[in-house]
């Protein structure tokens, strides 16, 4: 059976998503593409022979012809939408964050909880990365010993205009804190947040330096810089008792030229990250014909925003703030 997806964003994640559903994963077909633009959103249904195209994303949700939802519009939009799929009882995988409002995931839970059944996917992406995957799994038999730190870097090469200085905290972090939270197996139980001066404190996207505990007594540090100018890096290393394990990006060349050796940074997430969105968007289909959900859950989606509204909390007081979450559904 081909799985019919509505896709809601026809931006930088959209298109890419658009790209992955109809040239790298069978069994699926872009349905029907929506964006407020929709000359964008025309062309990625004439590139992936999408039916049709709206600025409503409630008409594609809707839409009885489409069996699966795809949420890449901008973050704001994200939970009233994935509340929209749940109610046309509609699978979505929604990229993160759920929401920048704790409050507003909490209404997801509540109306998927309310349905008894997981329909709902969070767009971590970094479960599916191997680099941690391998992390998990040395966690997981013990090669490394008890987890004790995990240090993670995330730079990208500049902030967007629209990028504000929490977004650093609210929309790239989520990441970290989701992936931490998912390869210890642990929920975080404070966070401080730390800004470095800048030469220029007008720019926008200032880096922030984070020390979060867990609850298992472990400690994770995150360092954010939207303006890291050389490069798109992601760096982890998990700490345990015994060893590490040290996160390597993927490198397809290295290039010898004029008594140099170099290795390319890419410019933004979608190299970086590309096998590992793949992965994800494939297990999220596959879930949806088994029936088994995979991924990271609504509940991971609160989980992450409830670390950052924290963070928010602690950049703004310059204190360390305790996380503490509602009791976890019977259903996460
Ligand atoms: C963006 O939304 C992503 O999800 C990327 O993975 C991340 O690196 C970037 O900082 C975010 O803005």
């Known amino acids: 059976m081909t799985l019919r997806v509505g896709l809601i964003?026809?931006?930088?994640?959209?298109?890419?998503?658009?790209?992955?559903?109809?040239?790298?994963?069978?069994?699926?077909?872009?349905?029907?593409?929506?964006?407020?633009?929709?000359?964008?959103?025309?062309?990625?249904?004439?590139?992936t022979g999408a039916a049709h195209v709206s600025d409503d994303p409630l008409a594609v949700i809707n839409d009885r012809?489409?069996?699966?939802?795809?949420?890449?519009?901008?973050?704001?939009?994200?939970?009233?939408?994935?509340k929209a799929c749940i109610a046309a009882g509609k699978?979505?995988?929604?990229?993160?964050?759920?929401?920048?409002?704790s409050a507003e995931c909490l209404d997801v839970i509540a109306?998927?909880?309310?349905?008894?059944?997981r329909l709902v996917q969070i767009g971590f992406m970094r479960r599916f990365d191997l680099g941690y995957v391998d992390m998990k799994k040395a966690l997981g038999?013990?090669?490394?010993?008890?987890?004790?730190?995990?240090?993670?870097?995330?730079r990208n090469v500049s902030a967007p205009p629209s990028f504000t200085g929490q977004m650093a905290i609210t929309n790239s972090a989520?990441?970290?804190?989701?992936?931490?939270?998912?390869?210890?197996?642990?929920?975080?139980?404070?966070?401080s947040v730390f800004r470095p001066k800048l030469a220029d404190p007008t720019k926008v996207g200032a880096p922030v330096f984070m020390v979060l505990t867990t609850c298992g007594g472990q400690i994770?540090?995150?360092?954010?810089?939207?303006?890291?100018?050389?490069?798109?890096?992601?760096?982890?290393?998990?700490?345990?008792?015994?060893?590490?394990?040290?996160?390597?990006?993927?490198?397809?060349?290295?290039?010898?030229?004029?008594?140099?050796?170099?290795?390319?940074?890419?410019?933004?997430?979608?190299?970086?990250?590309?096998?590992?969105?793949?992965l994800q968007n494939a297990a999220w289909l596959k879930s949806i014909e088994t029936g088994k959900p995979v991924g990271a859950s609504a509940w991971d989606g609160y989980a992450s925003t409830l670390v950052a509204e924290a963070g928010v909390t602690?950049?703004?007081?310059?204190?360390?703030v305790r996380i503490i979450p509602i009791a976890k559904p019977a259903l996460y």
């Open 9 to 47: 964003g026809a931006g930088i994640m959209g298109a890419d998503h658009a790209r992955i559903l109809s040239q790298q994963i069978a069994g699926v077909s872009l349905h029907f593409i929506c964006d407020r633009d929709t000359a964008r959103a025309r062309q990625i249904a004439d590139d």
């Open 65 to 82: 012809q489409v069996d699966a939802v795809l949420i890449a519009s901008p973050d704001q939009t994200h939970a009233p939408l994935t």
């Open 91 to 101: 699978p979505v995988l929604c990229e993160k964050p759920l929401s920048q409002d």
């Open 111 to 117: 109306a998927e909880v309310k349905t008894g059944k």
């Open 141 to 154: 038999n013990g090669s490394i010993g008890p987890a004790l730190m995990m240090h993670n870097f995330h």
């Open 174 to 191: 989520p990441h970290e804190f989701d992936i931490a939270r998912y390869v210890l197996g642990e929920e975080f139980e404070s966070i």
């Open 220 to 278: 994770v540090n995150v360092e954010i810089n939207n303006n890291a100018a050389y490069g798109y890096d992601v760096r982890g290393e998990l700490v345990g008792e015994k060893g590490s394990v040290f996160l390597r990006s993927p490198v397809a060349s290295e290039l010898n030229v004029n008594l140099q050796s170099v290795i390319s940074y890419p410019a933004d997430w979608r190299p970086r990250f590309a096998e590992a969105y793949r």
């Open 314 to 320: 602690s950049l703004e007081s310059g204190s360390a």
